[in-house]
């Protein structure tokens, strides 16, 4: 199979060796959790859910509308960041797992946080725990498989359908 210059790989659809179920799972929670930060944020921020502002009385905010968009700013954009990373980034698998691996570990230090500032305790708040430690899971096993599984070499046919055209070139 002859190559085109500066075209080693054309973009392929889900290639084996860079996605795994563990970053199919990663990506949709890690969208998930995105989805709920931001609307947790934007209801927070509109004060829809009428939190005691008592809460408030160690943190720098009045209202909960600062706490509302730090949530959007610190959790959710980063959680769509990282997903966006996996979905739409298959040329290399290390963004995911990065993405996964601070995603997870942001769930947890907001949690820890909030319980320190806020001196509160709610039971979602060992729940979102969770879900930050299975990000970090995920992205650990993600990481293994391919560890396991070595991309190919450059010259190895490619393993999946290409979806750029100028791969169907050189076969002519």
């Not at 959710?76 to 739409?88: E, T, Y």
């Not at 709610?122 to 096993?141: D, H, N, R, T």
């Not at 990481?143 to 046919?157: I, M, V």
Request: aromatic residues 8%; proline residues 9%.
């Amino acid at each position: 199979m002859r190559s085109t210059p500066g075209l080693r790989r054309p973009l392929t659809l889900a290639a084996r060796y860079r996605r795994t179920w563990a970053a199919a799972l990663l990506a949709v929670v890690e969208m998930l959790v995105a989805y709920q930060a931001v609307d947790g944020g934007l209801a927070l921020a509109d004060d829809r859910w009428q939190m005691p502002r008592e809460w408030l009385h160690n943190t720098p905010f009045d209202t909960w509308t600062g706490p509302g968009l730090v949530l959007v700013a610190a959790i959710g954009v980063p959680h769509a960041l990282a997903a966006v990373a996996i979905v739409l980034l298959p040329a290399d698998a290390r963004i995911g797992i990065l993405g996964g691996l601070l995603s997870g570990a942001s769930l947890v230090a907001w949690i820890g946080i909030q319980i320190a500032l806020l001196q509160v305790f709610f039971f979602l708040q060992p729940v979102i725990v969770v879900v930050g430690i299975v990000e970090i899971s995920l992205a650990v096993l993600w990481r293994r498989a391919l560890a396991r599984h070595p991309p190919p070499p450059p010259d190895a046919p490619y393993p999946t359908r290409p979806l750029t055209a100028a791969s169907n070139r050189d076969r002519k």
